[in-house]
T-cell receptor, first 111, second 118 residues
Framework: GQQLNQSPQSMFIQEGEDVSMNCTSS?????WLWYKQEPGEGPVLLIA?????ELTSNGRLTAQFGITRKDSFLNISASIPSDVGIYFC???????????FGDGTTLTVKP | GAVVSQHPSRVICKSGTSVKIECRSL??????MFWYRQFPKQSLMLMAT?????????EQGVEKDKFLINHASLTLSTLTVTSAHPEDSSFYIC??????????????FGNGTRLTVT
């Protein structure tokens, strides 16, 4: 089946630093999604991308849908302690019902 | 935005008993809902697709008799873990799409249910 490779697996950064994480796939996706999950809670949607090449921002977060439709990145600028959590990418293919998730990037922000 | 509510948030049960988890779409109707399972420090693994008015579709390796799914209305799906054992202890999360936002609308997740089987 479809698999996503998400990297890095974890990041330890200082407050104020910028963060970048990405996902790649061997398959084409029609939609790329980025979620954040905090301990004991369900994932919360951060950004949804629907077109190849699309660049979308949500506050300090920026994500792009790769032109090949096989990759996406998420950037967080000027990180703050509340950015701590696990970030997941997800791709939706031609079967719009299912989403494939990356393994997550665990972000730790030191004040 | 689309809201998915899941209940209970935590449950502890004894081995051999059954546990029911509810998932509701609060401000939209969902003909399809998805049930995921997540182990500590791991990603979300799709267990099954819940279809309103018809049988659920289970992913390979998921026992349908163990994890009973019922989607009796357009706003409610339930997952029942039957004859639970300690290895069933996990974080179960449901999700759904708001169909009014288009065919590729994103999944919205409930807050998850932490199941502990003793």
């Amino acid at each position: 089946g479809q698999q996503l490779n998400q990297s890095p697996q974890s990041m330890f950064i200082q407050e104020g630093e910028d963060v970048s994480m990405n996902c790649t796939s061997s398959s084409i996706f029609n939609t790329w999604l980025w979620y954040k999950q905090e301990p004991g809670e369900g994932p919360v949607l951060l950004i949804a991308l629907y077109k190849a090449g699309e660049l979308t921002s949500n506050g300090r977060l920026t994500a792009q849908f790769g032109i090949t439709r096989k990759d996406s990145f998420l950037n967080i600028s000027a990180s703050i302690p509340s950015d701590v959590g696990i970030y997941f990418c997800a791709g939706q293919g031609t079967n719009a019902g299912k989403s494939t998730f990356g393994d997550g990037t665990t972000l730790t922000v030191k004040p | 935005g689309a809201v998915v509510s899941q209940h209970p948030s935590r449950v502890i049960c004894k081995s051999g008993t059954s546990v029911k988890i509810e998932c509701r779409s609060l401000d939209f109707q969902a003909t399809t809902m998805f049930w995921y399972r997540q182990f500590p420090k791991q990603s979300l693994m799709l267990m099954a697709t819940s279809n309103e008015g018809s049988k659920a579709t289970y992913e390979q390796g998921v026992e349908k008799d163990k994890f009973l799914i019922n989607h009796a209305s357009l706003t409610l799906s339930t997952l029942t873990v039957t004859s639970a054992h300690p290895e069933d202890s996990s974080f179960y999360i449901c999700s759904a799409r708001d169909p009014s936002t288009g065919g590729y609308s994103p999944l919205h997740f409930g807050n998850g249910t932490r199941l502990t089987v003793t």
